[in-house]
């Protein structure tokens, strides 16, 4: 089976394609820019692939629900030209096989725990932390949709005592993202995360919100892993602060030998590193 | 088909008969004192109704994992004589039929998404302020389990800003049960909820809590339905409090007509009133 598929990100559209065992062959990567020029650029690489299916993992707000007539939707997003693009239906018109739909994040839990850092496991939680912070979840087999879908990103957090940064989330103001995104870390210390390594104070605050946000989803969801990626996780320093810290704030409530004592196994890197998204793409129609 | 069921509370056993379609033709209601007296009083009341099955929803935690050794225990619980207490084994020595097992608030869960506030929808979020903060969630029409299982009602809210109540949560001081379960409004305020009825001071903070929470609930789980119910929530003027903060808290980033223009019919009280356990518990089975 010769399978698409399509990480479709906000800076740039990656198409790729791979078999039913998650095997890429072939990538490229298609700047986002209008969707006429980014579709045509992606029919174009797909047009004498002779794939079987597409999958697509795409930036949202999407539109799941099947029954919907916007499915398929990108929809409110406040990215310029893209409110409301039909990109399940452009692609139709040009491939005439199935095509699976998730978000990019939903895809890339997927795609790990398939063949990943959660594989063999029937739930994982996938965080990426970058210029925002987007989380996907398989629970009991299943990507977690519902009324709309996962925007785990926003929750509130408690303020750290030392920061007196507003949060930058249009939304929200000081939520997760607002707090702790890559653009958080380059508003409140006047230089980017890649600029800041030697300063341990950054570090600590980042991971008090990484952890604040993962003991909750700890809570709520009880994943039986959690991977963490995107750009700001390359300061390798925040996998134990943000282990430690988890730890503490779960208070040993949480009576789990993975997070008692093997939180090293428990909270990890991507198992497939930049190609998550691209596999679980794969993944929603091997 | 008749099914015995089980609500197993901290307080007491409620136990019933019922069909598969949810109908309660009895029940009664046993103390919990020790797991021998108790379990003696439970085998006896089924001991003749001659049940094709029995559903039990749980206080926990419990182990859920079917092929743990502990499956159908009652774990780490602080309750006096019930740590590690073989719940189904107990009662599989008694009855010879098929047990079904999970969380009350699971079961919760499951039973009014089969008769109650969110019949038909594959989503749906239970939620008992009482005691303790308990909840139980329906996703793509599975019960969360998972690692163990959820324990939502200890995530970490955000401060209100006029409240200097320490909290009372034995693992973390001020998580949200420890800041807003019946007992913390008694230990603040110096009287019970059910007194308290005229200090509208007592419902803001409260409403804030539990907003808070049902805001990250929403943004992490995105049920179809929010159901709050338990004996604090008889302070039925919490419920449009509680739906005004959760809106102004997601600041109108989940673009759903449910949460934008439908809150009433969102954030409900449970459809089954004090029978959704019991209700939920036949679910399980049936
Ligand atoms: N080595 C690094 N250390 C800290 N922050 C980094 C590092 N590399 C990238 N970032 C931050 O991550 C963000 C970009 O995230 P990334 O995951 O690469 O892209 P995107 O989220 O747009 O897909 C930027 O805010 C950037 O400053
Ligand atoms: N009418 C009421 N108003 C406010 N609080 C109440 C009311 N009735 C009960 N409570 C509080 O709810 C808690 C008991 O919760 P309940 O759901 O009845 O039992 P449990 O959680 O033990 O099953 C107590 O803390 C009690 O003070
Ligand atoms: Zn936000
Ligand atoms: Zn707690």
Same mark, same amino acid.
Not at 8 to 29: H, L, M, Q, Y
Not at 198 to 215: C, G, N, R, T
């Given at each position: 089976?010769?399978?698409?598929?399509?990480?479709?990100?906000?800076?740039?559209?990656?198409?790729?394609?791979?078999?039913?065992?998650?095997?890429?062959?072939?990538?490229? #990567?298609?700047?986002?820019?209008?969707?006429?020029?980014?579709?045509?650029?992606?029919?174009?690489?797909?047009?004498?692939?002779?794939?079987?299916?597409?999958?697509?993992?795409?930036?949202?707000?999407? !539109?799941? !629900?099947?029954?919907? #007539?916007?499915?398929?939707?990108?929809?409110?997003?406040? $990215?310029?030209?893209?409110?409301?693009?039909?990109?399940?239906?452009?692609?139709?018109?040009?491939?005439?096989?199935?095509?699976?739909? !998730?978000?990019?994040?939903?895809?890339?839990?997927?795609?790990?725990?398939?063949?990943?850092?959660?594989?063999?496991? !029937?739930?994982?939680?996938?965080?990426?932390?970058?210029?925002?912070?987007?989380?996907?979840?398989?629970?009991?087999? $299943?990507?977690?949709?519902?009324?709309?879908?996962?925007?785990?990103?926003?929750?509130?957090?408690?303020?750290?005592?030392?920061?007196?940064?507003?949060?930058?989330?249009?939304?929200?103001?000081?939520?997760?993202?607002?707090?702790?995104?890559?653009?958080?870390?380059?508003?409140?210390?006047?230089? $980017?995360?890649?600029?800041?390594?030697?300063?341990?104070?950054?570090?600590?605050?980042?991971?008090?919100?990484?952890?604040?946000?993962?003991?909750?989803?700890?809570?709520?969801?009880?994943?039986?892993?959690?991977?963490?990626?995107?750009?700001?996780?390359?300061?390798?320093?925040?996998?134990?602060?943000?282990?430690?810290?988890?730890?503490?704030?779960?208070?040993?409530?949480?009576? #789990?030998?993975?997070?008692?004592?093997?939180?090293?196994?428990?909270?990890?890197?991507?198992?497939?590193?930049?190609?998550?998204?691209?596999?679980?793409?794969?993944?929603?129609?091997?």
């Amino acid at each position: 089976m010769i399978i698409g598929a399509i990480e479709a990100g906000g800076t740039k559209f990656v198409c790729g394609i791979g078999n039913e065992d998650g095997v890429i062959t072939e990538r490229v #990567s298609i700047p986002t820019t209008t969707p006429e020029e980014t579709l045509a650029e992606v029919a174009a690489f797909f047009k004498d692939k002779q794939v079987d299916a597409l999958g697509v993992g795409s930036f949202g707000p999407v !539109d799941l !629900d099947e029954s919907s #007539s916007t499915y398929g939707f990108i929809t409110s997003t406040p $990215k310029p030209h893209w409110n409301n693009f039909d990109l399940v239906g452009e692609l139709k018109k040009h491939f005439d096989v199935p095509i699976g739909f !998730d978000t990019d994040v939903n895809a890339a839990a997927l795609g790990e725990s398939l063949w990943g850092a959660a594989k063999g496991l !029937d739930s994982c939680l996938y965080m990426t932390v970058g210029t925002g912070i987007g989380v996907g979840a398989l629970v009991e087999g $299943k990507l977690i949709h519902g009324l709309t879908h996962p925007e785990m990103g926003h929750i509130m957090v408690r303020r750290h005592e030392e920061d007196s940064f507003d949060g930058r989330c249009p939304f929200h103001g000081d939520c997760l993202e607002g707090l702790a995104a890559g653009p958080a870390i380059e508003d409140r210390w006047g230089k $980017k995360g890649q600029e800041l390594v030697d300063s341990p104070k950054v570090w600590e605050l980042e991971a008090y919100y990484l952890a604040q946000a993962i003991a909750n989803y700890v809570l709520i969801l009880s994943p039986k892993k959690v991977i963490v990626g995107g750009g700001v996780m390359k300061q390798a320093q925040l996998y134990p602060l943000v282990r430690e810290k988890v730890k503490e704030i779960l208070g040993g409530y949480v009576q #789990s030998e993975q997070i008692l004592e093997k939180m090293d196994e428990y909270i990890v890197p991507p198992g497939l590193g930049d190609n998550a998204g691209l596999a679980g793409a794969i993944g929603l129609v091997k």
